[in-house]
């Protein structure tokens, strides 16, 4: 492996950006530890890793002793502990929860422009919207209900007109789905797109999103791909990108993974119309009327997609947001401190193992009852 600082291997953990060989080395380091030392102090964690530094082909070793900064310690820290979290299924105790939460699942309604209404099953991840006809995106057929004791599913009557349909993702849930053109949109949970049959009949392809999803385009020169939310209006060709439009927060994010894309402001105000070209690993901000756009890392935009929840110097109210739609639970404001946490965990974990992360790497609290989360700055009796 080529050199690299510690610092750098544990920060790439934590965002979820490290290469295979690279995972691969710091869960080499995780599973050589005892469960007594699951938390360990400062020392044991310089100690522990200088053993997997020997592990790394470094031609330099005297450069190695700038990673023991207070920084990088606790950018290792936070990495280690995360990675704890993510595997350790028995680990977290959740005594301190009087009810805890499964995470979501694969869940959605079709609505088609007919006004029928199809349930999507959770067997199945996503469907296709292709040649005029309805499919799972495994090719399987969307069936309807299925008596107890009948052993053959029952074929869903349903009919499709060239307009536009519906795909709602509940709180709590995920799907995807497979367009005409062959491009394929993720939907996060509490989101909905409007989608016609078929492109063919209109001179650009056009959608509407409200929430978040993930759009790998499909490339088509002569016809335009847009999307457009309550705010801003997105034009593309064929690219990949995220979009975060939910209708109850204030701002909007765009995030470009390849291609270009451009988006344009459409909230009233002095920026009304305003023009923003997005290239590689750039990311659109908008909120109220004001749009502007920086680089940032568009892994963290997509974890969700891959299964993660990613945090990174992330407002604890935005995280809780997240939290809110993905385990269908209440959350209240009032009660949120102005803080910022970083860590990764999966989407899988139960409720009470993503609040005891942010436990760990904050100096925060949290009481879950009746289904609302409440927090508390640590030592205090309010709880």
């Not at 803080?339 to 760990?360: D, H, P, T, Y």
Request: aromatic residues 10%; negative net charge.
């Amino acid at each position: 492996m080529e050199e690299r600082k510690a610092t750098v291997l544990a920060e790439k953990y934590k965002n979820g950006t490290c290469s295979q060989e690279e995972q691969v080395l710091i869960e080499q380091w995780y599973n050589q530890q005892e469960v007594s030392d699951r938390y360990p102090d400062i020392p044991h964690i310089q100690r522990s890793m200088d053993e997997v530094w020997k592990k790394m082909d470094i031609k330099n070793p005297s450069k190695r002793t700038n990673w023991k900064s207070y920084a990088a310690v606790s950018a290792l820290v936070i990495g280690i502990l995360s990675i704890w979290l993510y595997k350790a299924d028995n680990a977290i105790p959740v005594s301190a929860f009087q009810d805890d939460v499964i995470p979501g699942g694969q869940r959605a309604i079709l609505t088609l422009a007919t006004g029928q209404s199809i349930q999507l099953s959770a067997e199945h991840g996503g469907i296709s919207f292709q040649n005029n006809t309805i499919r799972y995106e495994d090719g399987f057929p969307i069936w309807g209900y299925t008596p107890l004791l009948s052993s053959e599913p029952r074929s869903t009557n349903y009919v499709i007109i060239n307009t536009f349909n519906t795909l709602e993702v509940p709180l709590g849930g995920n799907y995807k789905i497979i367009l005409a053109d062959g491009s394929t949109v993720w939907l996060n949970s509490g989101s909905k797109i409007i989608f016609p049959t078929t492109f063919s009949a209109t001179p650009h392809r056009q959608v509407s999103l409200s929430g978040e999803a993930f759009f790998a385009v499909s490339k088509d020169p002569s016809h335009r791909f847009t999307v457009t939310t309550k705010t801003q209006q997105i034009n593309v060709l064929g690219t990949q990108f995220n979009v975060e439009a939910y209708p109850n927060q204030q701002n909007s994010k765009t995030t470009l993974l390849e291609g270009s894309v451009e988006i344009v402001n459409m909230q009233v105000g002095e920026h009304f119309g305003k023009k923003i070209i997005l290239t590689p690993h750039e990311q659109t901000y908008l909120d109220g009327n004001n749009i502007e756009k920086e680089r940032v890392n568009p892994e963290k935009a997509i974890a969700w997609k891959d299964g993660l929840f990613v945090f990174n110097d992330d407002r604890l109210v935005d995280i809780m947001q997240t939290l809110s739609r993905w385990y269908k639970i209440d959350v209240d404001y009032n009660s949120i401190p102005d803080s910022r946490f970083n860590g990764q965990i999966s989407k899988q974990a139960k409720l009470s193992e993503v609040l005891e992360m942010l436990e760990i790497t904050g100096q925060v609290t949290f009481k879950l009852e009746n289904n609302i989360i409440r927090t508390y700055a640590k030592n205090s009796n309010s709880h």
